[in-house]
């Protein structure tokens, strides 16, 4: 089951976001990257139950536990712009590997950006620059699988 809800939560955003009926290895490719996020999701809230004395302090130590995560994993700071001294954060948050491998994948399948007449300047061309303006293209798909992995064996 673990494996199930990510795929009902894929197939409807897939279709309705636009990335392409026709482009299964992105399809398959996010949905790995999915599932292996609610599975340390998963993993993260039985450690917190197993933490939380009473169900009430739970809900509290989970998002003293995962806000830090949501903020260093890269959606909403740029990894080139978090100081040195929060940069560890992001090294252990599984929000990271997942938004980095999911933005490469489709990203990465992006040649050419179209500009109208109505923008001065483009901030990106290619798929390639977006993940370079973004600060992840550091590392390959296969680090944040085995990242991703390594999180959940723990």
Avoid at 50 to 75: Q, R, S, V, Y
């Amino acid at each position: 089951m673990q494996f199930f809800f990510p795929l009902i939560f894929l197939l409807p955003v897939y279709f309705m976001v636009g990335f392409g009926a026709g482009n299964a290895g992105l399809f398959f490719t996010l949905y790995l990257f999915i599932a292996l996020l609610s599975s340390s999701a998963t993993g993260l809230g039985y450690m917190v139950s197993c933490i939380a004395k009473t169900p009430e302090i739970a809900p509290i130590i989970g998002i003293l536990i995962i806000l830090p995560f949501l903020i260093f994993g890269g959606l909403f700071i740029n990894t080139n712009n978090v100081p040195v001294y929060f940069r560890w954060l992001e090294f252990i948050s599984p929000m990271k590997y997942a938004f980095r491998g999911m933005s490469r994948a489709y990203w990465s399948s992006i040649d050419e950006i179209p500009c109208d007449r109505l923008v001065e300047t483009c901030s990106a061309v290619t798929g390639a620059q977006v993940l370079a303006n973004l600060g992840l293209n550091k590392k390959s798909l296969g680090y944040d699988v085995a990242f991703l992995l390594w999180i959940n064996v723990l």
